[in-house]
């Protein structure tokens, strides 16, 4: 068995016995997304419920999603908030957004979602101005080149105690080859160097292997 195989296999193994099937909505929010033909990019069913135990145990009311794709992630996070809770995904794309609309309108989400169609950089800055209460958890996972800049603005709409999960950090180890200059890479790479050198942040990186190949997140706790 090759190794990438072996990690599918062991991930499928740990989504069998620790979570089980799927229920309709998260299936079926996969299904439309690819009959939609929207690129095959979600979190796993794992790392979905990691991001909802990570909701859970920071006690999230409110919170920030950057990249919404068909929304399997944010059916993930938006379950684990309170009736009166509020998750905010901002998506690039308006078809992609479509999808994701009704595939939380299935999953019971549609009152406690909202979803904003636009270029992230321009609905940041009129999320700001309408000085919403701190988000508790932001998930950051859209195009790597402008991770720097999500950061920053996930520092600007935070609070001590809130926690910002940066996703896709590995690059398949490119983010440690100095020399690589792509622009994923390198968004990527200086949003770790903000994670580490930050003042307000405390900040680590986990490596995984899976479903997702090799990848990994990073994990900062805003600290003031």
């Known amino acids: 068995m090759s190794e990438a195989r072996l990690w599918h296999t062991v991930d499928d193994y740990f989504t069998e016995r620790l979570l089980g099937d799927q229920d309709e909505a998260l299936a079926a929010a ?8 929207l690129p095959p990019i979600a979190v796993s069913p794992l790392q979905g419920k990691l991001l909802q135990l990570l909701a859970r145990l920071q006690g999230a009311r409110r919170v920030l999603e950057i ?3 068909g929304g399997y992630s944010t059916i993930w996070l938006g379950r684990a908030l309170p009736a009166d809770g509020r998750l905010v995904t901002l998506e690039y794309d308006p078809r992609h957004a479509e999808v994701a609309v009704r595939n939380l309108a299935r ?3 549609a009152e406690r979602v909202e979803v904003r169609v636009g270029p992230a950089l321009e609905s940041l800055p009129k999320l700001a101005d309408e000085q919403p209460p701190p ?27 809130s926690l910002i999960v940066l996703d896709n950090v590995v690059r398949g180890g490119r983010v440690a080859d100095s020399g690589n200059t792509d622009p994923d890479v390198v968004g990527t790479r200086t949003a770790l160097e903000m994670f580490g050198t930050h003042p307000r942040l405390d900040a680590t990186a986990v490596q995984t292997v899976g479903a997702k190949d090799h990848d990994g997140f990073a994990l900062a706790r805003v600290v003031s």
């Open 135 to 161: 988000f508790d958890l932001v998930f950051i996972d859209a195009d790597k080149a402008n991770n720097p800049h999500y950061v920053k603005w996930a520092l600007r709409l935070t609070a001590a105690g």
């Open 30 to 37: 996969l299904r439309e997304s690819e009959a939609a033909g």
């Open 107 to 109: 999953a019971g989400l």
């Open 67 to 69: 990249g919404t794709l």
